[in-house]
């Protein structure tokens, strides 16, 4: 992270939601052309292309598959200055996308109408694009930004400490994850998951930790968790309770939370209820030496 953070900020504030239909969620109104993002910044699959976007400077970052951080001037990525504005736009349209599928899948409203918050600043941002339009997009924040902060994002909802504390490894935490509707299919998240890897060796990470939030009205979540003997748990607590007249049906349970659990993941025995986006959300955490051999394709060799 470039040195001009305030690192005083070390509570970031949790900005409000209402619940209300989603049909006031913002359009995907801001398209960027292929023509105006530099090759040299991308890794091409056909027509998709992927971006890696500072969100404080809301530059291109050069992450390289191969080279350490002993490579890079700067302790954490490589900024490149070049082309801000286009980088910028191409941010912003990825926050556009956020808004759409959450609001879609959560019913939520967001301030000002964009899925924004403190981290935003804090994470390198994933923006895959094909044919001038984002498709899918996720944040990714590392140990070395976490400790600017003063904390991960999944701390807001979980007392991690003990996961944490004994840990002796890089972390790299991933969240606001979405796939456009029209693409969500096997080659896109494969694609999103190869970019997120890049990001992890070049880092030099050793663990994967996020949030997957599965909609309020799925079911009794706490009581499925319980059903998974075979999966294995990380004892933590989750600071807020899921609401109890939430936990009488039969859970439905999101394909992305699923695949986690294919690839090896740990969960939380409990899971937190999202008091911003009115969800119940599970903790996930994958140290590598876990992931299944079936799925190490997505990790790209590491």
């Known amino acids: 992270m ?3 953070i305030d690192l005083n900020r070390t509570q970031v504030n949790r900005y409000g939601h209402t619940q209300q239909s989603c049909a006031q969620a913002t359009s995907l109104t801001s398209v960027i052309t292929p023509a105006a993002i530099p090759e040299s910044f991308t890794t091409q699959s056909s027509t998709l292309t992927s971006h890696y976007i500072d ?8 992450v390289s598959p191969t080279a350490g951080l002993e490579d890079f001037d700067n302790p954490l990525l490589d900024i490149d200055h070049r082309e801000s504005p286009v980088a910028a736009q191409l941010l912003l349209a990825a926050k556009q996308l956020r808004t759409q599928c959450f609001a879609s ?7 000002d109408d964009l899925d924004s918050d403190d981290y935003d600043e804090a994470c390198l941002h994933i923006v895959l694009q094909q044919a001038g339009q984002v498709i899918a997009t996720a944040r990714v924040l590392d140990s ?25 490894y890089e972390i790299l935490e991933v969240g606001r994850t979405c796939i456009h509707p029209e693409y969500r299919n096997g080659k896109v998240l494969r694609l999103l998951w ?9 880092l030099k990470v050793n663990a994967f930790m996020g949030c997957c ?25 989750p600071k807020y309770r899921l609401p109890p007249t ?33 969800c119940a959300d599970v903790l996930v955490w994958l140290p ?9 394709h997505l990790l790209g060799g590491m």
């Not at 969100?55 to 050069?62: A, H, K």
């Not at 659990?261 to 209820?273: F, N, V, W």
């Not at 590598?288 to 190490?296: A, G, M, S």
Request: hydrophobic share 40%; proline share 8%.
């Open 2 to 4: 470039s040195a001009t």
């Open 55 to 62: 969100g404080q400077t809301q530059q291109y970052i050069r």
């Open 105 to 111: 899948s959560f019913g939520v409203v967001f301030n």
């Open 144 to 168: 070395q930004r976490a400790a600017l902060l003063g904390h991960f994002y999944s701390e807001n909802e979980f007392y991690l400490t003990p996961l944490l504390k004994p840990y002796p």
């Open 194 to 202: 190869q970019a997120i890897s890049q990001v992890a060796r070049h």
């Open 213 to 237: 939030s599965i909609p309020i009205g799925a079911g009794n979540i706490n009581g499925w968790l319980q059903t998974l003997a075979q999966v294995p748990k990380v004892n933590i607590r």
């Open 246 to 278: 939430i936990l009488s049906s039969a859970p439905t349970i999101p394909p992305l939370l699923n695949t986690y659990l294919k690839m090896g993941a740990s969960i939380s025995e409990q899971a937190c209820y999202d008091v911003d986006f009115h």
């Open 288 to 296: 590598f030496e876990q992931v299944h051999p079936r799925y190490q």
